[in-house]
C-alpha cells in the first residue's frame, strides 16, 4: 500500500482491510496523504511533487546548513553540481510554492461547495497526485465521489489535470513568450 500511494499508482491492497483489523490502528491518512504528495519519479506520469525535486531541496537546504556553520566553505564536484545546486534547486522550489498554491486553491474551491475541511483536503490531494483510491483510505469511510457535487466533480476533473500536467507546463502553456519561441 506504502509503494502504491508513493508511486501514485493508486493500486488498493485487497488485504488493506484485514491488515488494519490486526494492527489495531485507525487509517494512516496523513501518511497516506503525505506519500502521495511526495510520489513518484521524474520520469513517470505520477502526479505529486516528485521525489528528485524533494532530493534536489533535501541536498540545497543540507548545502545551505553547511554554508551557515561554515562560511568560508566551498562546494566542490564542478560545474554541474553547482549548477544542480543552482538551477535544479530554483526549479524544484518554484514547482513546490505552485503545487502549495494549488492546493490551497483547491481546497477552499471544494469548501466552497459546502465540503468540509477535512474530505476538501482528500479530494485536493487525490486529485493533484492523482491518487483515486486515497479518497477511501486516507479519510473516515464518508466520504465518495458519488455523493459530491457537480462542481465539486468539476473541480476534482480541474485538479487530476492539473496535477498529470503539472503547474509548470500550465503556466508554460498559458504565457504567450512561450509561443513566439
Not at 483489523?21 to 506520469?45: D, F, R, Y
Request: aromatic fraction near 12%; glycine fraction near 12%.
Amino acid at each position: 500500500m506504502v509503494m502504491s500511494f508513493l508511486s501514485t499508482t493508486g493500486f488498493e491492497s485487497e488485504y488493506w482491510g484485514s491488515s488494519q483489523a490486526w494492527s489495531g490502528l485507525k487509517t494512516p491518512g496523513l501518511i497516506l496523504m503525505g506519500l502521495c504528495v511526495l510520489g513518484g519519479g521524474i520520469a513517470t506520469t505520477a502526479g505529486g511533487v516528485k521525489l528528485l525535486r524533494v532530493y534536489v531541496l533535501y541536498k540545497h537546504g543540507v548545502r545551505e546548513m553547511t554554508r551557515l556553520s561554515y562560511p568560508h566553505s566551498v562546494a566542490g564536484a564542478g560545474e554541474k553540481a553547482r549548477n544542480f545546486r543552482r538551477e535544479g534547486a530554483y526549479a524544484a522550489w518554484i514547482f513546490f510554492m505552485l503545487f502549495l498554491v494549488s492546493l490551497a486553491i483547491i481546497i477552499l474551491s471544494f469548501s466552497a461547495t459546502g465540503i468540509k475541511f477535512e474530505h476538501s483536503l482528500i479530494l485536493a490531494i487525490s486529485g493533484l497526485s492523482t491518487t483515486g483510491p486515497l479518497i477511501y483510505v486516507a479519510g473516515d469511510g464518508s466520504l465518495y465521489y458519488s455523493t459530491i457535487s457537480q462542481t465539486a466533480k468539476s473541480i476534482f476533473c480541474v485538479a487530476m489535470v492539473l496535477g498529470r500536467l503539472e503547474a509548470l507546463a500550465v503556466i508554460a502553456l498559458f504565457n504567450p513568450n512561450y509561443w513566439l519561441k
